[in-house]
């Protein structure tokens, strides 16, 4: 068959046969004349493959005719038939030879992410260690003794390992700050939450006995021992729930590939391995915030569990929006990083300035009288009777 005009008709016409080895002519070839505008014929059956493709031969076919089939990104030429896969965290060189190590991803100090949360913490920081030093010049006046001033200092503590969590969550992941990742938030906000919901509920139970108009029995772990002992109680409970995720799931890093020429490292953190600790400080919070509600009436000079209502309305709302944001975005660090500073400076601001506004711009209401109700209350101990004027804050060291 040969491509040649007939009449003004162009196509495909017999021209001839092969016969065992002869070739018999019956009509003259013509060949296109690229002056004319046409390619020149070419006689082949499959052109050279291009870069980065292999010649796959068709079954039944001849070794001269093949298709040509593109490798995928991270695949190499082995040879002119064979696409060979690079191991993972690995992509071909420039001429399809071998295989070179992807360049990792990982949050650098110097990134946006990184840069925000770094700020931020550090500002938070410096407000806490501002905090801590004033409440600790002023130890003995009223406002830190009503406040239960050693459960204050756990609840400072645990604000500064929050703020102190966003280090490590922006360094690169190694085993010590994977670990760090994993036990910081958990310990840090059991501090916080497990001192006060302590705090909260012991408010709840001097209201409930305020209530009564015979009291036949004094309520229980009251004094400021008996308060840090059950706050410890409380951490340690989520000491050993951190225990137990982290002997199932030790912390370490890993590669992460979110496509094939992409390498992130990242710490091998799961669901279970953030939903465990964090779930037990959510059950902190959940009480706290509901100590908060039944103690919301108190005498308008009670009005720290006014202030303790404010920072869990608002620590639930930011744990509220978190999660969706969390699990759904791929910027998981920078998300993590402010969620735990918000949380931190929401209960720095609300437990803490309200004071430190006492303390320093308005002393003369740091005096015991401001703190004391009108409110009294009858106590019976089998046969005494007892009238006793009742502390808001009750200031029993």
């Given at each position: ?5 007939r ?9 001839g ?5 002869n070739l018999?002519l ?7 004349r690229e002056n004319e ?7 082949v ?38 696409c ?12 399809l ?18 840069v925000v ?9 410096l ?5 801590m030093?004033?409440?600790i010049?002023h130890?003995h ?6 406040s239960?001033r050693?459960?204050?200092y756990?609840?400072l503590?645990?604000?500064a390992?929050?703020?102190a969590t966003t ?10 700050t ?29 209201l409930?006995a305020?209530?009564k ?6 309520p ?7 308060q840090v ?26 590669l ?7 390498a992130?490292?990242?710490c ?9 600790p964090m779930?037990f ?34 620590t ?11 699990f ?18 929401v ?13 320093l ?13 009108t409110n009294?209350?009858?106590?019976n101990f089998?046969s ?7 502390d ?6």
């Amino acid at each position: 068959m040969n491509f040649q005009e007939r009449k003004g008709i162009y196509g495909y016409h017999k021209v001839g046969q092969w016969d065992n080895g002869n070739l018999q002519l019956q009509f003259p070839f013509q060949w296109t004349r690229e002056n004319e505008g046409f390619d020149v014929v070419e006689s082949v059956c499959s052109k050279p493959c291009r870069r980065g493709e292999v010649k796959a031969i068709q079954t039944g076919g001849v070794k001269c005719c093949w298709v040509c089939t593109a490798c995928k990104l991270n695949e190499f030429l082995l040879d002119e038939f064979t696409c060979e896969a690079c191991p993972p965290g690995w992509l071909p060189n420039e001429n399809l030879t071998a295989c070179l190590p992807i360049t990792l991803e990982y949050v650098s100090w110097d990134s946006t992410q990184a840069v925000v949360g770094i700020c931020f913490s550090c500002l938070g920081f410096l407000a806490t260690a501002f905090t801590m030093t004033v409440f600790i010049l002023h130890n003995h006046t009223t406002v830190v003794k009503a406040s239960t001033r050693e459960l204050s200092y756990i609840i400072l503590v645990g604000i500064a390992l929050s703020y102190a969590t966003t280090f490590p969550l922006v360094a690169k992941p190694t085993l010590i700050t994977c670990y760090m990742t994993r036990i910081l938030p958990g310990f840090s906000f059991a501090m916080i939450y497990g001192a006060l919901v302590t705090k909260t509920n012991r408010i709840a139970r001097i209201l409930a006995a305020g209530k009564k108009k015979i009291m036949t029995r004094k309520p229980r772990f009251m004094s400021a021992l008996a308060q840090v002992v059950i706050t410890w109680i409380i951490i340690g409970i989520e000491v050993a729930v951190l225990s137990a995720v982290l002997i199932k799931e030790p912390a370490d890093s890993l590669l992460h590939f979110p496509e094939l020429n992409r390498a992130r490292l990242i710490c091998n953190t799961s669901a279970l391995g953030l939903i465990a600790p964090m779930g037990f400080d959510f059950f902190l919070i959940a009480m706290c915030t509901v100590y908060a509600i039944k103690t919301r009436n108190l005498p308008e000079n009670f009005n720290e569990a006014k202030f303790i209502g404010f920072c869990m309305y608002t620590t639930c709302v930011i744990w509220l929006a978190f999660l969706p944001i969390y699990f759904g975005s791929d910027q998981k660090v920078l998300t993590m990083c402010l969620c735990i500073s918000f949380s931190a400076t929401v209960a720095l601001l609300f437990l803490f300035m309200p004071k430190l506004y006492i303390i320093l711009l308005r002393p003369e209401r740091n005096t015991r009288s401001a703190f004391t109700t009108t409110n009294q209350v009858r106590i019976n101990f089998g046969s005494n009777n007892v009238t006793k004027s009742m502390d808001s804050n009750s200031n029993e060291r």
